[in-house]
């Protein structure tokens, strides 16, 4: 049996189970199994894959980096990876926008919820850039600091191609240090069934069928806009960028997307969409190295689409009706509240609520979807990572750094 299937069933083995928990279970035997086996199988599986997250990013942007050795080729390729995924998440927050107007969530709605949302303050633009460039870059490491560890990894690899053959040594060693990491995610894979059927059925189980009847229509709004967004865009972008099945992708990439559904977190599932779109898509380490963890940080389609319904969504639970420069602003915020989000669960809530303050919606309103947010965070990290292997692949292709035997075989 394939991992592929082995994933697939555990996937919805821990539906099941988290159905079945949470209708027939006393909370006292529920609470139990949570705490002995279903917590602590399903940390177990996120550590082993972000133990290996800083020093893979690391190692592979200087080694992709150094490969690419040329400054302009470089500035290139990064012009590139910008405008796909900005271009991208403008996208997907239209289509997010357009099905909340058409299906219109909060009409009719009226909740009330315990729950309550403290806001965080919208950092100022020019701290956002001077924080990426690190004052010690073994505290980002420690600290998991993405944007400053991978602006310190483009900058080693950037000096030792300058540095030439005197650094060659270090370069090899980079590079076989990139194929071990790659290895030990593969190791880590092994385990990934057991995992994910912990992770779900936690979820599954908790929420439960009564927070989840009266947002039904907001969630299916999310859900079709990400599958839209999904299916079209993406499909479009590898038919007429990259001239490739989309079928072929989406097969090959599965496996990928579930450990991504799973753990709800682009920085989580990075090791594993790495060795993926390298070994199975068929795109030359030098380019996946660099647009992949670029992307794990800045590329949040699916959490740009959530933003879009939800702002619509909390403005008609208000009554306050927004105007189309209002709308404008909406995607321009979420758009730039993607470049240095965290790629770690839950994080779309606070982009969301600088979205709501840059058009004067109540931060309060989020609050009413939370409860629901967990099942739609592990749905629209698929999408956010499936962005950055379609990102790659199109890169790869437009550089001659893919390899279509690969891809098709």
Not at 58 to 85: E, H
Not at 113 to 130: G, H, N, R, Y
Not at 206 to 226: H, N, W
Not at 236 to 243: E, G, N
């Amino acid at each position: 049996m394939t991992l592929t299937t082995q994933i697939f069933i555990a996937l919805l083995a821990g539906v099941v189970f988290g159905v079945i928990a949470n209708l027939f279970l006393s909370q006292e035997v529920y609470q139990a199994l949570e705490k002995w086996i279903l917590t602590p199988v399903g940390n177990i599986f996120i550590r082993g894959i972000r133990m290996m997250v800083v020093p893979l990013v690391l190692i592979s942007l200087a080694c992709g980096a150094a490969g690419i050795g040329d400054l302009k080729k470089l500035g290139r390729i990064g012009g590139k990876t910008l405008i796909f995924y900005m271009s991208t998440t403008a996208i997907a927050i239209t289509i997010g926008l357009i099905l909340a107007y058409i299906i219109n969530p909060g009409i009719g709605i009226n909740l009330s919820s315990e729950a309550a949302f403290q806001s965080k303050t919208p950092p100022f633009i020019m701290d956002v850039l001077t924080d990426i460039i690190p004052t010690n870059p073994f505290a980002a490491m420690t600290e998991g600091n993405m944007l400053q560890i991978i602006l310190f990894a483009i900058l080693t690899g950037i000096a030792i191609a300058y540095v030439g053959e005197k650094a060659q040594p270090i370069l090899e060693l980079a590079n076989i240090l990139n194929e071990v990491m790659i290895k030990m995610v593969s190791i880590v894979l092994v385990f990934a069934p057991y995992g994910v059927f912990a992770l779900i059925a936690k979820v599954i189980a908790s929420q439960g069928l009564e927070i989840i009847l009266p947002l039904i229509k907001y969630m299916s709004t999310v859900l079709l806009a990400l599958l839209l967004h999904t299916t079209i865009t993406y499909s479009s972008a590898l038919t007429l960028l990259a001239r490739v099945n989309p079928l072929t992708f989406f097969k090959k990439f599965s496996p990928t997307m579930m450990v991504a559904f799973s753990t709800s977190s682009s920085n989580a599932t990075l090791p594993v969409t790495i060795e993926t779109v390298e070994s199975k898509l068929g795109v030359s380490n030098e380019i996946c190295s660099f647009t992949l963890p670029l992307g794990a940080t800045i590329n949040m389609d699916g959490t740009s689409i959530m933003q879009g319904v939800a702002t619509i969504f909390i403005a008609q639970v208000f009554g306050i009706d927004l105007s189309f420069q209002a709308l404008l602003m909406v995607i321009l915020t979420a758009t730039l509240a993607s470049i240095g989000t965290a790629g770690v669960p839950g994080v779309g809530l606070i982009t969301l609520s600088m979205v709501l303050q840059s058009v004067g919606l109540p931060v309060e309103g989020i609050a009413l979807i939370i409860g629901v947010d967990r099942i739609l965070d592990m749905t629209r990290t698929v999408v956010n990572i499936t962005g950055d292997a379609v990102a790659t692949i199109v890169i790869g292709n437009s550089e001659g750094a893919f390899d279509r035997v690969k891809f098709n075989s």
